[in-house]
């Protein structure tokens, strides 16, 4: 292909000026970066056609940056570049949509030959989708399914975007009893009639909440359940966010590939916890798991469940056990979220001015990275507005 814009990012500056050496030639570099949070800036301003990122100093701080890049849907064709082969390192990268991965020193033919290898296709801006948020707790009980539910409804209040509560709990399915809704059309007939949906067939097809939430049901059959595969998910999960501005999954408490294929396609996962002993427990496993995996901080938010101010798991403790900070916290309600629950409606709608309600608007507005307005009418805010 011709020549093409390039961003090298790397705190090494001779590593840096090795790369304009041997890109001489095969592509124009438009700009150098000597940190991640400038390099972060500059690709998402100036839209190069491809960038270097050095993961020499620091490879978890460099993959953070590959992670944010790729949440903010960008472009650019990546390359990694490191002084080390760590096979862990790489599948890494490979996994986030990295091109290629070079080990310095290299030559100048592989280089130049990726560079070469990339069309205009290759670096065409994708369409715009919509954000995935996944609702996941390995201990039943924390309230995952209540917390999906209710953060769907919220952000559903937005006129003018589109919301769709995904019911994954393949096995103990509660959305359908929570939201007092038949769901009959289902992942396993969403997957049936994947080529022909568009837009207008797939609002048709599923079942609605009076809220405006659209919400795809669980499987209706163990036999169903047989048939759906992580690569089923995964491609289930981007054709939703081709048309919905929010995906919210309650997903099932399993660790399996479907499972591993929901959180690779999630842009955050929500992940639920309580003031417990067994309950933290299970959270620090799945922290683990998660960081062998190559999620970080800002894809996984710890929400703390039916909170109270106990001395032993105070916010501070639960975070130093963790080794991982905590996003928000809930207020225990469970009379009202009871009464809700068996209403078959939303929080929002029987208890508007409860601090559990306030506080899961606050969580929404922190996952959606949007500011609020405050609306004039007399129900909640319809925040995400722009």
């Not at 100093?57 to 960008?74: C, F, N, S, W």
């Not at 082969?85 to 091109?99: A, C, E, N, T, W």
């Amino acid at each position: 292909m011709s020549k093409e814009e390039i961003l090298i990012i790397g705190p090494d500056a001779s590593t840096r000026q090795e790369l304009v050496r041997l890109l001489k030639g095969v592509a124009e570099v438009v700009s150098e970066a000597p940190d991640y949070s400038s390099g972060y800036t500059l690709a998402t301003t100036t839209n190069p056609g491809v960038i270097f990122i050095d993961l020499s100093p620091d490879p978890g701080q460099g993959v953070g940056l590959i992670e944010k890049l790729v949440a903010g849907h960008t472009a650019s064709a990546m390359f990694v570049i490191s002084k080390e082969k760590s096979p862990d390192l790489i599948l890494k990268v490979m996994r986030l949509g990295v091109r290629d991965f070079f080990v310095l020193p290299d030559n100048e033919a592989a280089i130049s030959h990726a560079i070469g290898t990339l069309t205009p296709a290759m670096v065409e801006k994708p369409p715009p989708r919509g954000k995935i948020l996944t609702v996941f707790s390995l201990l039943g009980g924390c309230g995952a399914t209540t917390l999906a539910t209710n953060l769907a409804g919220c952000f559903a209040l937005n006129s003018e975007k589109k919301s769709i509560l995904f019911d994954l709990d393949l096995y103990k399915g509660d959305v359908s009893f929570f939201l007092n809704l038949e769901t009959p059309f289902t992942i396993t007939d969403f997957q049936h009639n994947l080529g022909r949906l568009d837009g207008d067939l797939l609002d048709s097809s599923l079942a609605k909440h009076p809220s405006g939430l659209f919400v795809l049901g669980h499987p209706k059959s163990y036999e169903e359940i047989e048939d759906i595969t992580g690569e089923h998910l995964t491609q289930a999960l981007k054709k939703l966010s081709q048309h919905y501005d929010f995906v919210v999954v309650d997903c099932l408490k399993a660790i399996n590939d479907i499972f591993l294929a929901v959180m690779d396609a999630s842009d955050v996962i929500v992940l639920v916890a309580l003031q417990t002993v067994p309950a933290l427990k299970n959270t620090k496993r799945c922290l683990e798991l998660f960081e062998q995996l190559g999620y970080n901080q800002e894809k996984i938010k710890v929400v703390l469940n039916r909170f109270a101010k106990k001395k032993l798991f105070s916010v501070d403790n639960v975070e130093k056990t963790l080794d991982w900070p905590v996003t928000a916290t809930l207020t225990n309600l469970e009379q009202e979220t009871t009464e809700v629950m068996n209403a078959g409606r939303l929080l929002h709608d029987v208890f508007p001015k409860a601090k559990l309600t306030q506080e899961i608007f606050s969580l929404g507005e922190t996952l959606a990275g949007e500011a609020p307005k405050v609306a004039k009418r007399s129900r909640l805010l319809r925040f995400l507005k722009k």
